[in-house]
């Protein structure tokens, strides 16, 4: 498992801290600190490219 966003990676299954995303059909999964610092945008469903 590896972070869409910094590289980080974690074993299978993630970490509970970890957050999956589904864009365009895509699923990417992020690490705790990436989806803390990004934690607004993904609420708000904007694309991961825009944050």
Known sequence: MVCAR???Q???PPP???TCSVDKGVRSYFCGT???DNLRAI???LDS???
């Open 6 to 8: 910094c590289g980080a």
């Open 10 to 12: 974690a074993a299978q």
């Open 16 to 18: 509970l801290t970890w």
């Open 34 to 36: 990436c989806s803390r």
């Open 43 to 45: 609420e708000g469903r």
């Open 49 to 51: 490219d825009w944050w």
